[in-house]
């Protein structure tokens, strides 16, 4: 289930795509360990990593749309493999990641806009070997879109005179283009949004800092009385808000696959340090609670992958009648990388003191992971979006026809038409207990299933009140349960389409099964819970089916990790 460097081999994939993603595998291997953990403390700028990207066309490959691929057949927005190589560079280093990201942000204002010159300068820069930038957050309202600061004035010879700053732009110090929101100065509300391209080599583009301790660069810049021509302009009023929120939602995908990948090399290290490692005569894997959470970690990666890859499928099928991926998205953003900091945690409880030390992927790990769910709006506010979804998901199921893997070299032209950014809650969902009710012979799948469907009964019997509907404290706590719902049903369809071990995903549902309790123990003891809700939450705190012969397969596929990967020094 997991990348391995020495045996990766991205077979569904055309030839072009493997070439590039192998390709990338090999730059880091062979540039060793010590060059990646030595850039890393030093803060040292990635410019090898974006020569090499330049000179493969690794991102005017995999970003340009095929519409603006000049006939190229390589060039298109293909999500699974944008997501392969997210997970690749992840797996390096968030830094390489964030650079990539970014260029994607960057990137989804130009490919939204009817402006053809300006999606032709953005396609003719990717060729030319550079990234680009999002310039949406700010430092007095982060990313508040609607009280930006960053003011265009219309200027006598035609055009724009754009004055202001933004904050937390990564590569804002080298981007070719950077996709700036604001204001007009002479039109007030919603109507005066403006989306245009600034350079940030133009002389009234003033870099003002790198706003973070890191090799990175997330820059402070300001403009100051900089010329916005017609050909700049991407997008004006409504259409400038929703292209900010739609690239968000292309954008925010990204995150979770980079935690994945994260996770991945951290735990091919600790576990292959945990069982060479002897302490009273014993080697530490040999201590139970060890086991017990090396193997958690393991599964809860695994599931990581495995609901990452079936929301892809929800991605690549998206239409104007299918906006089931609007679900999908957040969850991704929130659940999956939060995921990510408990694989850490896990680990790091195994490997202790030795996930400080300098020499090792891990402490990189370990720092890094934690910013993930704080990107692209914080876990509360991606909570907050899911809930708009939960009562047309869990109890108004609608018709639709099965989505298959998508690994197919298509182009997601959809991404860039998804049209305004409302309307949530009136999007239907297949059945989710079509998935649970496949697997219903597996103890621990059938155990959540009764957590579930007791979920359904609180909202049918005891739904939150007008006052607790305002309570945003009260309401993450409904959405966390909510959450494992969405979570384990796309983890179903993944493992039956792949073909998963059945011991592996039913050890992963005994984890869900103890989290739900968990989050059902945290919602009885909110204060705005009532007696009836604090009495179903008792009911659904359950004990997952305990298994230990099952559990002790799974530990042999963690055991078969020692020694599998180790980066060349």
Request: proline fraction near 4%.
């Amino acid at each position: 289930m997991l990348f391995n460097p020495h045996t990766y081999d991205p077979a569904h994939f055309d030839p072009e795509t493997r070439r590039l993603l192998r390709a990338t595998v090999d730059f880091f291997e062979e540039r060793g360990k010590k060059a990646l953990l030595d850039t890393y403390i030093d803060r040292e700028w990635y410019a090898d990593f974006l020569e090499f990207a330049a000179k493969e066309g690794l991102f005017a490959t995999f970003l340009t749309p095929a519409a603006d691929g000049a006939g190229n057949p390589a060039k298109r927005w293909d999500t699974a493999r944008n997501v392969a190589l997210s997970e690749i560079l992840g797996f390096y280093g968030l830094n390489y990641w964030y650079t990539w990201q970014v260029t994607v942000l960057g990137l989804g204002p130009v490919w939204q806009s009817g402006n053809a010159q300006a999606r032709a300068h953005a396609a003719q820069l990717l060729d030319d070997g550079h990234v680009m930038a999002f310039g949406l957050s700010e430092r007095g309202h982060g990313a508040d879109i609607y009280a930006t600061d960053m003011v265009l004035t219309p200027a006598e010879d035609g055009g724009f005179r754009a004055n202001g700053g933004k904050y937390y732009i990564g590569n804002g110090n080298v981007a070719g283009l950077v996709s700036v929101f604001g204001r007009r100065a002479d039109i007030d509300g919603p109507e005066g949004y403006v989306f245009f391209a600034a350079d940030s080599r133009h002389p009234r583009y003033h870099l003002v800092k790198n706003v973070v301790n890191s090799q990175m660069y997330v820059s402070e810049f300001r403009l100051e009385d900089y010329p916005v021509r017609e050909q700049d302009v991407l997008h004006t009023g409504r259409a400038a808000f929703d292209a900010a929120l739609n690239t968000v939602n292309v954008g925010k995908f990204n995150l979770c696959t980079a935690a994945i990948g994260i996770c991945e090399h951290a735990t091919y290290e600790a576990v292959t340090h945990a069982h060479r490692r002897v302490l009273y005569g014993k080697p530490v894997t040999a201590f139970p609670h060890v086991r017990r959470e090396l193997t958690d970690a393991y599964a809860r990666l695994v599931a990581m992958k495995l609901f990452a890859d079936r929301a892809v499928d929800y991605f690549r099928s998206a239409g104007p009648d299918d906006r089931r991926y609007l679900l999908f998205n957040p969850m991704t953003k929130m659940k999956v990388t939060t995921e990510g900091e408990k694989v850490i945690d896990l680990l790091w409880d195994v490997i202790a003191a030795k996930g400080f030390e300098a020499d090792t992927y891990f402490d990189k790990a370990a720092k890094d992971i934690r910013g993930l769910p704080k990107l692209e709006g914080t876990v509360h506010v991606n909570l907050a979006l899911i809930l708009k979804f939960m009562p047309n998901y869990l109890l108004q199921p609608a018709g639709y026809a099965p989505v298959p893997t998508r690994h197919d070299a298509a182009d997601d032209e959809f991404l860039f038409r998804q049209g305004p950014a409302r309307g949530l809650g009136q999007i239907r969902f297949h059945d989710w207990r079509a998935a649970y009710d496949a697997h219903a012979h597996l103890p621990d799948v059938a155990r959540f299933r009764q957590q579930a469907d007791g979920l359904c009964d609180l909202l049918r019997e005891h739904a939150p009140d007008e006052s607790q509907q305002g309570d945003l404290d009260f309401l993450l706590a409904l959405g966390q349960l909510f959450a494992l719902v969405v979570y384990g049903q796309l983890i179903l369809e993944q493992a039956e389409l792949t073909g998963l071990d059945t011991d592996v995903l039913d050890e992963i549902f005994a984890i869900l099964v103890r989290d739900f309790s968990g989050y059902a123990t945290e919602l009885h003891g909110k204060s705005a819970t009532t007696p009836g809700q604090a009495a179903w939450a008792l009911s659904q705190v359950l004990r997952p089916v305990i298994d230990e012969d099952r559990t002790g397969r799974v530990w042999e596929q963690v055991v078969g990790l020692v020694g599998a990967y180790e980066m060349r020094p």
